[in-house]
């Protein structure tokens, strides 16, 4: 459809009206272009683009793992190859431990200093102690669980020695010889990251107790978080530095079969760790402190865990994963943070690199539904207002719905 403007002129005086205009309108044989459907391989490929570094991070690891293992079919290969092969894939990790200076002294400053008493008062006490609770639960039920699986893991391996009644006999009357541990202090050269945490805890406390004087330097330091929070980004190479390490790491192992095994093991324990975490410890903190059906709420924010899952974005342990880094994968620097921290070698992180783009969605739906819950604990009264809460809810049950 158009419409035809065409104007009457008339002759115009002092008396007369201004000159009319006639509108016209006609119809229109142009029929509306319709949007026509895009197929299945067009759909797929959208997606895959929208989640680019998945999709390559994925691919890395399938390209890794089928790399190494053909080249391990080889013939011998020459230590010094094996060390050009690994050599992006180590440069990726030398860089991720040069930014963990910046990255504590950055995110430790930023967080505590905007958690002053006096500004944030009952609710930023309350927001701490849940998180600070959670974390150490969190901890204490992932290392009942390794111990579990360690357990087993021996077990079944008594049960391996002890599959014949001649190599049982064999293997009682010679056991494996004793190991005494003793512990020993000595100087270790590096970095203090622990001596460094506590510094920079103190100083950001101290830095949010005194208000506007310090704006600038917190506003310094905020800037200073997300220039290392991009340069994390930046040299987030990834998925090559992935298919590097894991084809280097596959060529030099020396039994395939038995790291295999303990990778999967880990993948079973962290994945139950997360399901008991989230499905059992967060609803009955939920219901033992908001007296309400923690699954009814669990509904609602339903949506929000999985986009998270989807697009997943010790003392030491306890304070990195509290400030955990904002990015994909952030488990991994924060591991590298740990065992830097507590003087681990961390040459055979690349293992865990080969999971840990799916562990990672796990790892941030799970934590998606932390913030969910901290909403309604650190609003609820407290004192004499929680008396006078659990009176009402008691007077009028509808409260509780």
């Known amino acids: 459809m158009y419409i035809a403007l065409t104007s009457t002129p008339t002759e115009m005086n002092a008396n007369s009206m201004p000159k009319q205009v006639e509108v016209r309108m006609h119809e229109s ?4 272009i319709e949007a026509r459907p895009q197929s299945k391989c067009a759909n797929i490929c959208s997606k895959m683009f929208k989640n680019l570094l998945l999709t390559l991070t994925v691919l890395g690891v399938i390209l890794g793992a089928v790399s190494g293992m053909l080249l391990r079919v080889a013939s ?3 230590p010094d190859i094996v060390m050009v092969i690994a050599f992006p894939g180590d440069i990726l990790m030398r860089m991720l431990k040069m930014l963990i200076l910046p990255l504590i002294i950055s995110s430790l400053i930023t967080g505590l200093a905007g958690l002053d008493a006096k500004s944030s008062g009952r609710l930023g006490t309350r927001a701490m102690v849940y998180y600070m609770s959670t974390t150490i639960i969190a901890a204490v ?4 669980l390794i111990q579990t699986v360690t357990k087993k893991v021996e077990v079944a391996i008594e049960e391996d020695v002890n599959a014949t009644t001649m ?3 064999v293997a009682n009357i010679t056991k494996d010889p004793q190991f005494i541990v003793k512990k020993s202090l000595q100087f270790k050269s590096g970095m203090n990251v622990l001596g460094l945490i506590g510094f920079f805890i103190a100083f950001g406390i101290c830095m949010g107790k005194m208000g506007e004087k310090a704006r600038l330097m917190l506003e310094f330091f905020s ?5 290392v929070m991009k340069l994390v980004i930046c040299i987030m190479y990834s998925p090559f530095g992935i298919a590097c390490l894991i084809c280097g790491k596959i060529i030099s192992i020396k039994d395939l079969e038995v790291v295999a095994r303990q990778l999967g093991m880990y993948m079973v324990t962290v994945i139950i760790g997360l399901i008991i975490h989230g499905a059992i410890f967060l609803p009955a903190i939920y219901f033992a402190i908001v007296r309400k059906n923690p699954f009814t709420f669990f509904l609602g924010i339903f949506q929000a865990w999985i986009t998270a899952l989807g697009t997943a974005s010790s003392l030491t342990a306890t304070l990195a994963s509290v400030g955990a880094a904002s990015i994909p994968s952030a488990g991994l620097v924060t591991m590298l943070l740990i065992l830097t921290a507590v003087g681990l070698p961390t040459q055979d992180i690349s293992l865990l690199v080969a999971v840990d783009w799916l562990l990672d969605r796990f790892n941030t739906g799970n934590g998606g539904v932390l913030p969910g819950l901290r909403a309604p604990l650190s609003h609820l009264p407290k004192g004499p207002e929680l008396d006078d809460f659990g ?10 719905k």
Do not use: F
């Not at 044989?29 to 509306?32: Q, V």
């Not at 039920?141 to 009942?144: D, E, K, P, Q």
């Not at 800037?223 to 220039?227: A, F, G, K, M, P």
């Open 29 to 32: 044989h142009l029929e509306p």
């Open 76 to 78: 011998p290969i020459h």
């Open 141 to 144: 039920l992932g290392v009942i």
């Open 167 to 169: 190599d049982g006999l």
């Open 223 to 227: 800037i200073l978080n997300e220039i």
């Open 391 to 400: 009176r009402t809810c008691t007077q009028n049950p509808t409260t509780l």
